[in-house]
């Protein structure tokens, strides 16, 4: 795209406002990327920013009280810049209003899989997804997912990035004990995993936390497991609802 733009920055906030400092949009003549929070601030900030665009002003700081004068009742104040860019800032920005995403290994390519991947795709984290069978994965992908085929499949974990959260969902219970037992075996020796998700019931649970027991670990060493997934209270089975209460549980966890 070769037109000017404008990048709108949020530079400094007080009190209760829908974003926060190092929030960024970028406006065109006719279209915008990216948002500061919606509602009038955010539609007297596009209109600032193409009266820049047409030259009828050259003003790069306002300070918007979020109060009734703007039709809005946060009660804050936002500090917003405005610094007009060309094409070949385009890639530069590209990068400053990416999110950090944070690592996240799932393992399991079936359906409850599938729908968690093109959930957690506009969140920030980056999907690891891992099966033992290669021809699982589809064909589109959304952006920030990397399929890796792994036999066996728990010798992924030993790899993972560092503060990885982990998903454990494959094909078969025996899969699920040998990654869960790999996760906890990496916990020892590193301490790097701060969550580790098993899908499954609590009878699920049960039996996995006996035969944990039976192979020396420990009690505390167990309750590093989350099992059943999800945030309680969401009780839908279809893999859509399961997608959305685990990304909302994992959400929590950064």
Known sequence: MGESAV?????????????????????????????????????????HARRMLAGHTTEDRLRQVLGPSLGQCCGGVVNLSFERIHAADLSRLRQQMMPRRCPLALFGGGHVGKALVNTLAP???????????????????PDGVECEHSSPV????????????????????????????ACLKRQRERCDLPFVGLIGSQTKWATFRHRLQERGYSP?????????????????????????????QLLQTL
């Not at 728990?154 to 993972?160: G, P």
């Open 123 to 141: 969140l920030p984290f980056a999907v690891r997804w891992i099966d033992s069978r290669d021809e699982i994965f589809p064909a589109d992908l």
């Open 220 to 248: 505390q060493e167990i309750a590093h497991i989350t099992c059943p997934i999800g945030l309680p209270g969401i009780t839908g089975k279809e893999p859509e609802v399961i997608a959305v209460a685990v990304a909302a």
């Open 7 to 47: 990048l709108v920055s949020i530079v400094a906030t007080q009190g209760s406002v829908p974003r926060g400092p190092g929030t960024h949009m970028v406006v065109f003549a006719h279209e915008e990327h990216g948002t500061i929070g919606g509602g009038h601030l955010e539609f007297q900030a596009l209109a």
């Open 154 to 181: 728990q010798a992924a974990v030993a790899d993972l990035a560092p503060d990885s959260r982990v998903l454990i969902m494959s094909f078969s219970h025996a899969e699920d004990l040998d990654i869960v037992i």
